[in-house]
């Protein structure tokens, strides 16, 4: 048995007629690891997994799951995986226990088996007394979690997760995220996208962050935040009429002894130094003597946050995603 | 075990369906509450049609409602069958399509296990409009036997026509769209066949259109089995027109539905 539980080489998705939705990316996930996959929206996260879980076709490249050939035998990897995708997928007219014996139905149970594993799953995700009102009655944290049960119910060797905390309350979130460790401690491998980046932090052995498409940073997060290696200054400069506010920053801060890196971000500038607090009056006093007035700044040690702003330019915004409309009239086209 | 595992994910399937179909208040207003009314306002707006001299002679009855509780099925049917592609849709945008796709299973088991509680709803339907129409003292010439074949040709013809639903379903990905074609094709299809009038009574045109119109093949077995009696040759024609329609419908959802779970 390989290490290496998920292999993925130079993986290309194209859509029609040309949008390179991934392009070539590699990367492996370690049998036993929760593996994070960051990155902003429309990246390649969700087309990632929808290759990885048989959903989608790749265009090009080499991906193997638990040692089998994805083009080969997707259904022997249907058999050994779960999926929590990040609509829901859960069925709204049916109650939390008909959705799970559903499941049991799909990977071909028997009755008895199937008994005992909904009991279970509800218990595990604490819906035993919400079990047998429709689901549609749930609020937002209730349907992650019976479509996380749901997930859970073939005993998957890899879960897939796509964003399985988005628009959760803090009390939600950290109980998805306990269920999840303890499952990885009891021998699944994890695979996540999430948007909170201090979750991502606390909870996965390796990180990847994907951006346009290709793989910008890997590595576990202590090794990505030493990367940086450096305090981080965020600064804001005030719009001055047509004047290029940002250019005229850089050059003043370019003169300020002690800097590592100056960075173009989304909505400023990001200063690398090994000691900021010592540094921050002089980059004050640098902008101050170029007639520029600062609208924000903000002073870090190393976070995932700044190694995801390093790496794409962009800060992590978490977009809450809304519910999907029922109504039958809502016409709306899914895009895949 | 592969028969046994085959026929747990089409059951599961086909259960989901049922239980939703149920639970949802649109079943009962199709299958109650609008035959009613149909019931109601084409027999009382139109039982003078039954006293025409040519009426009974053509049909073999003085009473229209006889003579209508057929287009009554049929209009149920073809209604019931427009609403399948729905189901497709809604699972297509809520993502449940995704979780099915994940499973083990054949893929042609999701399909075949909607299709199969199409014409289960359908087969309930038919059992509520019968029932009112005997309340309302229509007798089935035919008895039991007559009953059956009411049965399979309501199932078999509605499966055939669900096809069309779900092909426009699957190709447009848009409840709406879905909706509306349903409608516009529905009532031009039904009173442009042999359904709610004799065929003699029909306008020269309708008469040319209710002949490749396949709506009409069904009606004339129905009204045949409640009126007169057997006939094997209509209802023969009855199974052969349910099949090339079914042949069609089937055969293009089949080919729609594999492009949608392809991926």
Partial sequence: ?336 | MATRDFFVEVAGIFGRWIRKTLRRPMFLFFSLIQPIVWFVLFTQAFSSIGSIPQFALLTGTDSYLTFFSGAVIIQTVIASAMQSGMGFVQDLESGFLDKLKVAPIRRSSILLGKLLSDGFRIFLQTIIILLLAVALGVGVATGFGGVFFLFAIAVAFGIAWSGISTFIALVTRNSEATLMISILTTFPLLFLSTAVMPKALLPDWVQTVSIYNPISYIADALHKLIITGWDWSVLGAAFLVTLVVGAITLSATTAMFRRAVAG
Avoid at chain 1, 96 to 118: G, P, S, T, V
Avoid at chain 1, 256 to 263: A, K, N
Avoid at chain 1, 276 to 304: F, G, M, R, W, Y
């Fill in chain 1, 1 to 336: 048995m390989a290490d290496n539980i998920i292999e993925v080489r130079d993986l290309v998705k194209i859509y029609e007629p040309d949008v390179k939705a991934v392009n070539r990316i590699s990367f492996h996930l370690k049998r036993g690891e929760v593996f994070g996959f960051l990155g902003p929206n429309g990246a390649g996260k969700s087309t990632t997994i929808k290759v990885l879980t048989t959903l989608l076709r790749k265009t090009s490249g080499n991906v193997k799951v638990d040692g089998i050939d994805i083009d080969e035998d997707p259904a022997s990897i249907r058999k050994i995986i779960g999926y929590a995708s990040q609509e829901v997928g859960i069925d709204d007219d049916l109650t939390a226990r008909e959705n799970l014996r559903l499941q049991c139905m799909l990977h071909h149970f028997h009755k008895a088996e199937a008994d005992k594993r909904i009991v279970e799953l509800l218990k595990t995700v604490d819906l035993e007394e919400a079990a047998d009102r429709r689901a549609a009655t749930y609020s937002g944290g209730m349907r992650k979690r019976l479509d996380l049960a749901m997930a859970l119910i073939p005993r998957p060797k890899i879960l897939f997760l796509d964003e399985p905390t988005t628009g959760l309350d803090p009390q939600n979130r950290q109980a998805i995220w306990e269920y999840i460790r303890t499952l990885n401690e009891r021998g699944t491998t994890i695979f996540l996208t999430t948007q909170y980046m201090e979750e991502a932090d606390r909870i996965a052995d390796r990180l990847c962050i994907i951006d346009h498409g290709k793989i910008v940073a890997q590595g576990t997060p202590a090794s990505l935040k030493a990367e940086i290696g450096a305090d981080v200054v965020q600064l804001s400069i005030r719009e001055n009429g047509g004047v290029d506010t940002r250019a005229l920053a850089k050059a003043a801060l370019s003169k300020v002894p002690g800097i590592q890196e100056i960075q173009d971000i989304e909505g400023g500038l990001a200063v690398y130094s090994q000691n900021a607090p010592a540094l921050v009056p002089q980059l004050v006093l640098a902008l101050n003597d170029a007639k520029l007035e600062i609208s924000q700044l903000t002073l870090s040690h190393p976070s995932l946050d700044d190694v995801f702003v390093k790496y794409t330019g962009r800060k992590m915004r978490v977009e809450e995603v809304k519910p999907i409309s029922r109504s039958p009239f809502s016409g709306r086209r899914r895009p895949m």
